[in-house]
């Protein structure tokens, strides 16, 4: 547990003093949801049928932004060594930097949602459901991304390649994601989504730790 | 005995083998130090026996076990120093040495990486960050790791770059003092004839023909 907990307290202290990471993927959403009103030039009730697939669209391009820092930056300064050379599981090592990636940039995506569902009209009951599904589908994006990190990490622009591959596993995340916060706007029952959401959570938890850990090694060679 | 054991061991960039495959043992208290000329594979010979690698050509046994089928006990008894320090620019000098130890499960508490810092003769740098470092100090705090572990094989590539004389002197006692505590080292160097004295086995790569 040890260098688990060491791992997430150098990630955390890297991010904290480098906190363009935390803001910028805020300052991309506001900057591209104050457009919509512009762009569509219709009433709230347009604006509120959209808005749970543009917060979730925008969720997912946020969290793109910073996807290829998970190992890049190990890589580059070579401190992958210290947690690729030991007898600690690699897989753990990247189970803690997911968790320092999702607390750094996906847990601030989920709180700053409210914010975006005022800017577009989302009707208030629904506000529960939005957070929620952003408290699921968030850490998804981590740990689909932590795979596409590690494949990409001794590229020099590897940001496109990353986005073209991860983005079609994250496709169902979204789909169930905006889906729920539909059918709770529509005044129905958000749970059907919200199980399968969970359930993708659970199955990234359990298998994308073995993926990252393999194409880091990879990587390597 | 040979703990280390390297039979025609050699590196491969795409389809080429790098170097004619090399064989060695090493047993407690002895050297190795690897030289060749530039773009050989040292480099990559030091990180495939590391374990960042795997061994393309020839196997390598440690114990009598194929590094294959050892390798966590193999990552607990070896250390590895690579050219890239690995210190995080945004970290200073204490939080990086310490965090990189903790990583790898090796508890260092502030009063030790203080002491150690002092050692590398980084005194006085503990709260400046990595990032504003020289290069030669870069190397000194990624040396000062290894007055703080007790792995018995030491991997270095290249120590000696950017170091200054003092800094090469404190090394090859640092070395020398591993050595005569029975550790292994495995070490890549151009041409220096102080650490040649302790030095008991050499190899020098060559091109494959």
Not at chain 2, 54 to 59: F, K, V
Not at chain 2, 108 to 130: M, N
Not at chain 2, 180 to 194: E, F, Q, R, V, Y
Request: glycine share 8%; charged share 15%; proline share 4%.
């Amino acid at each position: 547990m040890k260098p688990f907990l060491s791992l997430v307290k150098r990630d955390l202290t890297l991010g904290l003093r480098k906190k363009s990471q935390i803001y910028q993927p805020l300052v991309f959403q506001l900057l591209v949801v104050t457009m919509f009103p512009l762009g569509l030039g219709s009433g709230a009730k347009t604006l509120a049928l959209i808005a749970p697939a543009v917060i979730w669209i925008l969720a997912l391009l946020a969290s793109l932004l910073t996807l290829d820092q998970i190992f890049k930056n190990d890589y580059d300064d070579g401190s992958v060594e210290s947690y690729v050379l030991t007898s600690y599981p690699l897989s753990m090592a990247v189970m803690a930097k997911v968790l320092a990636h999702w607390l750094l940039t996906g847990l601030p995506l989920v709180l700053f949602a409210p914010v975006l569902g005022v800017l577009l009209h989302l009707p208030s009951s629904s506000y529960g459901v939005l957070m929620l599904s952003l408290l699921i589908g968030t850490p998804i994006f981590s740990f689909i991304g932590s795979i596409g990190s590690a494949l990409t990490m001794s590229l020099k622009h590897g940001g496109l390649l990353l986005t073209v591959l991860v983005m079609p596993l994250l496709a169902p995340v979204l789909i169930f994601g905006a889906g729920a916060v539909v059918e709770s706007a529509l005044g129905n029952s958000a749970s059907q989504h919200l199980l399968l959401l969970s359930g993708m959570l659970v199955l990234s938890f359990t298998l994308v730790p073995f993926a990252s850990a393999a194409a880091i090694k990879i990587n390597l060679e | 005995m040979p703990i280390i054991k390297a039979t025609d061991v050699s590196c491969q960039r795409g389809q080429f083998t790098l170097f004619e495959p090399v064989s060695f043992t090493l047993a407690e208290g002895q050297s190795l130090l690897i030289s060749g000329a530039n773009g050989i594979g040292k480099t990559t010979l030091l990180e495939s026996i590391a374990g960042l690698r795997s061994i393309q050509l020839g196997n390598i046994e440690y114990k009598s076990i194929d590094l294959l089928k050892s390798k966590d006990q193999w990552f607990d008894d070896s250390f590895f120093i690579g050219h890239k320090t690995g210190n995080k620019k945004e970290l200073n000098c204490l939080e990086n040495l310490r965090s990189f130890l903790q990583i790898q499960g090796i508890d260092v508490s502030e009063k030790q990486a203080e002491d150690a810092l002092d050692k590398v003769g980084l005194a006085g740098y503990e709260y400046q960050f990595a990032g504003s470092l020289s290069a030669g100090q870069k190397k000194r705090l990624a040396l000062a790791r290894l007055t703080l572990i007790k792995h018995t094989v030491w991997i270095l590539d290249e120590p000696f770059v950017n170091l200054d004389v003092a800094g090469c002197d404190w090394l090859l006692k640092l070395l020398n003092q591993h050595i005569d505590n029975k550790g292994i080292l495995i070490i890549t160097a151009h041409d220096n004839p102080s650490i040649r004295k302790k030095i008991t086995h050499e190899l020098v790569l060559e091109m494959q023909r």
